[in-house]
């Protein structure tokens, strides 16, 4: 159980278009949903936070406008990288939380973005 | 203000031998603590994890955890390392408001 998708698993996109990321929650439902971005032989660093049905929070210095999340259900959230540059290449990973007041976190498979 | 810290950047051990690898966290309250494996190019798979209670913690893989509140540490260690084992490995420590990870240790596995 508890298992979270990632569609793609990588991808490559040309500088100046946008790429979407989905994040499934395949056996649960998920109140909370994270992306994390991670560097080659760096640690995940948070980008932002979504909840059902509301806003998403984004954590200092990451571009709201950038880096669209929208979370339309509670089994699926997506991550748009829009106007993608090569800077924005990266590891992308998504972890979903099965409920409220739950201290888990169940983590995507991961999506590698390359932008030429 | 809430972080992890995994002094280990690198370590190689050979196949068989003892492993410890090293975290420690700074949080006001009882933190909530994980251990994740990553391989390459992959996502994170959880070994265990400390809410409450005993403070040894028994993972997947044989892996098992110490909590000790005194130091602010919780070491992952592993009696006997396979080849397998060889793969990235973050400590987490769940906030009031976010996991936060440390830098990660790479384990490298000498057969």
């Known amino acids: 159980g508890a298992v979270v998708s990632q569609h793609p698993s990588w991808v490559i996109c040309k500088s100046g278009t946008s790429v979407k990321i989905e994040c499934r929650s395949l056996d649960f439902q998920a109140t909370t949903m994270f992306w994390y971005r991670q560097f080659p032989k760096q640690s995940l660093m948070l980008m932002a936070t979504s909840n059902e049905g509301s806003k998403a929070t984004y954590e200092q210095g990451v571009e709201k406008d950038k880096f669209l999340i929208n979370h339309a259900s509670l089994t699926l959230s997506t991550l748009t990288v829009t106007s993608a540059h090569p800077e924005d290449s990266s590891f992308y990973i998504c972890?979903?939380?099965?409920?409220?007041?739950?201290?888990?976190?169940?983590f995507g498979p991961g999506t590698r973005l390359t932008v030429t | 203000a809430q972080s992890v810290t995994q002094p280990d950047i690198h370590i190689t051990v050979s196949e068989g031998a003892s492993l410890e690898l090293r975290c420690n966290y700074s949080y006001g309250a009882t933190p909530y603590l994980f251990w994740y494996v990553q391989s390459p190019g992959q996502g994170l798979q959880l070994l265990l994890k400390?809410?409450?209670?005993?403070?040894l913690v028994q993972g997947i893989k044989g892996f098992e955890a110490e909590f000790k509140r005194s130091q602010s540490s919780f070491n992952l260690r592993k009696p006997s390392v396979h080849w397998s084992d060889a793969a990235e490995y973050f400590c987490?420590?769940?906030?009031?408001?976010?996991?936060?990870f440390g830098q990660g240790t790479r384990l490298t596995i000498n057969p």
């Open positions: 400390y809410f409450s209670g005993d403070t």
């Open positions: 987490a420590s769940q906030g009031a408001q976010k996991l936060v």
């Open positions: 972890s979903a939380r099965p409920r409220v007041n739950s201290y888990e976190q169940y």
